[in-house]
Every structure is written in structure tokens, then in C-alpha cells.
């Protein structure tokens, strides 16, 4: 069992232009959440998903994007990448039955630079 | 605003015990978590408290006292492998986790 799957592992690219990180889960999770991971800051909540076809706006939305098509799939777009964007990005999923107990299960991350 | 401050780093020996400090204000108050990430790699889940007292789990255990708005996670006869970060979370009354920066665990020897 895979888990939390994100594509891709690493991603050097010029600003401007658009971007999207791959996420896919096997756990079935009705839940899944984008974050991203700053040195020296906690991590910060960009898009959430309570189940397939709901999306909804996390701490600092701006400038990205998500869909959720099906329960597996959750890909965060960058339309237009800015230096400020660049950053250590998870996503995780959680069983909503379990959503209290604040267990989340993350991928491995998706590092990107925007030069 | 929601804050969450725990140390940045703290250095400890192999064998030993460390006590890794949270505190919080949030707005309301549904549970506070530990999780361990080591370095280039994911957040694991590591405890959950949402009542006072101490929670324990092998060499790890974790406490939690609502009034003060306070939590620690003990780690006990320390191995090299524990070196990792470790991240304090609370979710509040929205049931949104508001994250601590982590603190980085560094074991010597």
C-alpha cells in the first residue's frame, strides 16, 4: 500500500510559469489538505478538502488552486509562480472519521523553487 | 491571533530524557498534537491529547494541561534515531490545525 503519493519530488522552474503538484492517496480518505513548509514558520494550511467535490480555502490561498474530482486526487495548480512561492509542499489526507483525533497522513512532499 | 511557541532546538544525550515544551493561545480548543519529522521527510503522527494528564506510549509520552495552556512531549533513554523535529499542533474551534515552527532535536553521543 502506497499511501500518499506526490509527484513530483523535486521542481525547479521560472517565474510565470504554471505549475501543478500531483497528490494521490490509496487509503480511500474522504479528507485530504495541501500545506506548505517554510523554514522557521509551522506549517500553513493552502486548500483543504472535506470529500470529493468540495473544496475550501486554507490560511494562505492566494495565488493556488485545487480540484478534487474523485477521493484519490488532489492537485494543487500554481497559475503563475512567484520567488515567494517557493517552499517545501505536503499534502495529507485524513479518514474523516478519524478527523478529531488530528491524525493526518502525509506524502513526502514536493520541494519547489521558482527562479 | 492563534499562536503556538515551542523551542527552536534543543540538544540532548543519547540515554537521557528531554522534555520539548508547547504552549498555545488558539481560538477554542478540540485537541493538541505531536508529530516527529525527521529531516527531508514527512510529519509522522505522534499523540494526541484533548483531556489533561499525561498520555504515554512506549518511550514517548505526552501531557497536556488545558488551564495553562501547555503541553510537553517526554522522550525517554534517547536514541540517535529520535534526532528529528518535532511539531506541536492544536486544532481549534473550527477543527483547523494551527501548527508550531517545531522543535529540532539534536542528540549527541
Known amino acids: 500500500i502506497a499511501g500518499i503519493t506526490q509527484a513530483p519530488t523535486s521542481q525547479i522552474l521560472a517565474a510565470g510559469r504554471r505549475m501543478t503538484l500531483r497528490c494521490t492517496q490509496d487509503m480511500r480518505h474522504n479528507a485530504m489538505y495541501w500545506y506548505r513548509q517554510d523554514l522557521g514558520l509551522g506549517l500553513r494550511l493552502i486548500h483543504y478538502s472535506n470529500t470529493a467535490g468540495t473544496t475550501g480555502k486554507g490560511e494562505v490561498p492566494d495565488g493556488y488552486s485545487v480540484s478534487r474530482a474523485n477521493t484519490d486526487d488532489f492537485p494543487l495548480t500554481l497559475a503563475s509562480a512567484v520567488p515567494s512561492q517557493t517552499s517545501v509542499y505536503f499534502c495529507?489526507?485524513?479518514?474523516?472519521?478519524?478527523?478529531?483525533?488530528?491524525?493526518?497522513?502525509f506524502g513526502e512532499g514536493s520541494r519547489l523553487t521558482v527562479l | 491571533g492563534q499562536n503556538i511557541d515551542q523551542p527552536t532546538e534543543m540538544t540532548a544525550t543519547e540515554g537521557a530524557i528531554v522534555q520539548i515544551n508547547c504552549t498555545y493561545q488558539?481560538?477554542?480548543?478540540?485537541?493538541l498534537f505531536w508529530y516527529q519529522q525527521h529531516a527531508g521527510e514527512a510529519p509522522t503522527f505522534l499523540s494526541y491529547n484533548v483531556l489533561d494528564g499525561l498520555e504515554e506510549k512506549g518511550r514517548f509520552s505526552s501531557f497536556l494541561s488545558r488551564s495553562k495552556g501547555y503541553s510537553y512531549l517526554l522522550l525517554k533513554e534517547l536514541q540517535m534515531k529520535d534526532s528529528a523535529s518535532y511539531l506541536c499542533a492544536v486544532m481549534d474551534s473550527n477543527y483547523q490545525l494551527i501548527w508550531g515552527a517545531g522543535t529540532k532535536l539534536i542528540i549527541k553521543p
Open positions: 495529507a489526507s485524513s479518514d474523516s472519521g478519524r478527523a478529531n483525533t488530528g491524525e493526518l497522513f
Open positions: 488558539t481560538s477554542g480548543f478540540n485537541g
